[in-house]
């Protein structure tokens, strides 16, 4: 089996497989209101076609951890099945989505039994004036809807993300850890990065990791958890001395890119060796044009190889990605 190893040394062990570029939420640091052209029918992957390069991912390339995201991939048709035929893999990787949970609550048992292990629910507020603000649509009992049905499925630990705003939702960080705690949810902050389609991102404007502690430590104690961090994005506190958590995953202010293990493939089988990332090695094509699985393969071994050592947001040189974080998978 190779390796999906890069020139630093970093092995990516982890695929994030986006579903779809599509999503029926406008969160404003994300899309535009109007949403964007959406990737043509003809160039996403089929549902085999995804299973096939997952499973060229898992059985030759040493990949042990499959999430899969957007776009939003609730609205992918075949979701239960893909998951479904992910698990029957070998060997069987870890299977986590990404999801704005909005209809959850209606198959997140389906889905638990087809084999999904976890969720990652986003929700950047629990306020019903501000998620409408945030998000444009007046969702927020539906996203509550499938946060308590992943838990009831057994789809733990299920984590919250949330993105601070300044002005909007930054003072609701105390209040959002509050009820993440209650219910038992692991709540983590991620820094906003420079994805949106937009391109309306500024350093002054987000809300940086020491923004987010001085707003934490008003109402709680946080002491450096325990376990060690490995590869998790998310630097993990005790609250309160636990046993509940919250992480911070400052992307942009406190960089991991050298215990980086990710590699995402999108909706229309480009293979990104960072979310970054200024270009993209094509998987779709040699697909469709009969390559087999270990010319495939090598190709995802190069696309990796390739990988820089950071994604570089702090250089003066940085130029934003061409696609946005819901076309890459975030
Ligand atoms: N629709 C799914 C969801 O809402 O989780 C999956 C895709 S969404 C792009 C994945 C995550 O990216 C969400 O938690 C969202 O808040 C986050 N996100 C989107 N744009 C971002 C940005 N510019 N900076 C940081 N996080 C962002």
């Given at each position: 089996?190779?390796?999906?190893?890069?020139?630093?040394?970093?092995?990516?062990?982890?695929l994030r497989?986006s579903?779809t570029?599509?999503?029926?939420?406008?969160?404003?640091?994300?899309?535009?209101a109007e949403?964007?052209?959406w990737?043509?029918?003809?160039?996403?992957?089929?549902d085999?076609?995804?299973?096939?390069?997952?499973?060229?991912a898992?059985?030759?390339?040493g990949v042990?951890?499959?999430r899969?995201?957007?776009?939003e991939?609730?609205?992918?048709?075949g979701?239960?099945d893909?998951?479904?035929?992910?698990?029957?893999?070998?060997?069987r990787?870890?299977?986590?989505?990404?999801?704005?949970?909005?209809?959850?609550?209606?198959?997140?048992?389906?889905?638990?039994?087809?084999?999904?292990?976890?969720?990652?629910?986003?929700?950047?507020?629990i306020?019903?004036?501000?998620?409408?603000?945030?998000?444009?649509?007046d969702?927020?009992?539906?996203?509550?809807a499938?946060?308590?049905?992943a838990?009831d499925?057994?789809?733990g630990?299920?984590?919250?993300?949330?993105v601070?705003?300044?002005?909007?939702?930054?003072?609701?960080?105390?209040?959002?850890?509050?009820?993440?705690?209650?219910?038992?949810?692991?709540?983590?902050?991620?820094?906003?990065?420079?994805?949106?389609?937009?391109?309306a991102?500024?350093?002054?404007?987000m809300?940086?990791?020491?923004?987010?502690?001085?707003?934490?430590?008003?109402?709680?104690?946080?002491?450096?958890?325990?376990?060690?961090?490995?590869?998790?994005?998310?630097?993990?506190f005790?609250?309160?001395?636990g046993?509940?958590?919250?992480g911070?995953?400052a992307?942009?202010?406190?960089?991991f890119?050298?215990?980086?293990?990710?590699?995402?493939?999108t909706?229309?089988?480009?293979?990104?060796?960072?979310?970054?990332?200024r270009?993209?090695?094509?998987?779709?094509g040699?697909?469709?044009?009969?390559?087999?699985?270990?010319?495939?393969?090598?190709?995802?071994?190069?696309?990796?190889?390739?990988?820089?050592?950071g994604?570089?947001?702090?250089?003066?040189?940085?130029l934003?990605?061409?696609?946005?974080m819901?076309?890459?998978?975030?």
């Amino acid at each position: 089996m190779s390796a999906l190893t890069d020139t630093w040394g970093r092995v990516a062990t982890d695929l994030r497989v986006s579903l779809t570029d599509r999503c029926n939420l406008r969160c404003n640091y994300c899309m535009p209101a109007e949403g964007l052209d959406w990737l043509p029918d003809d160039t996403v992957l089929t549902d085999d076609e995804v299973i096939r390069l997952v499973d060229i991912a898992v059985s030759r390339l040493g990949v042990t951890e499959v999430r899969f995201t957007g776009g939003e991939p609730l609205v992918r048709r075949g979701l239960v099945d893909i998951v479904r035929r992910t698990a029957a893999l070998t060997p069987r990787p870890e299977i986590s989505m990404t999801s704005n949970a909005l209809g959850l609550s209606r198959n997140a048992q389906a889905l638990a039994d087809a084999g999904l292990d976890r969720v990652n629910i986003s929700l950047d507020t629990i306020r019903p004036d501000t998620f409408h603000e945030i998000t444009r649509r007046d969702r927020l009992h539906d996203v509550l809807a499938g946060l308590y049905a992943a838990r009831d499925a057994g789809l733990g630990p299920v984590k919250v993300n949330a993105v601070l705003l300044r002005g909007v939702n930054d003072d609701q960080a105390p209040e959002l850890l509050r009820w993440c705690v209650q219910e038992g949810f692991e709540l983590r902050f991620i820094e906003q990065m420079p994805l949106d389609a937009q391109h309306a991102w500024s350093r002054t404007e987000m809300i940086t990791a020491d923004e987010i502690f001085a707003r934490l430590d008003q109402e709680f104690t946080l002491t450096p958890a325990a376990e060690p961090r490995g590869s998790a994005p998310a630097e993990l506190f005790a609250v309160d001395g636990g046993p509940a958590t919250v992480g911070v995953i400052a992307s942009v202010t406190r960089p991991f890119c050298g215990d980086c293990d990710r590699v995402r493939l999108t909706a229309d089988g480009q293979v990104r060796n960072c979310l970054f990332a200024r270009e993209e090695s094509d998987l779709r094509g040699p697909l469709r044009d009969g390559a087999s699985d270990a010319e495939i393969a090598e190709r995802w071994v190069k696309a990796v190889v390739t990988k820089l050592p950071g994604h570089g947001i702090n250089d003066p040189s940085f130029l934003q990605p061409a696609r946005p974080m819901s076309a890459i998978g975030g």
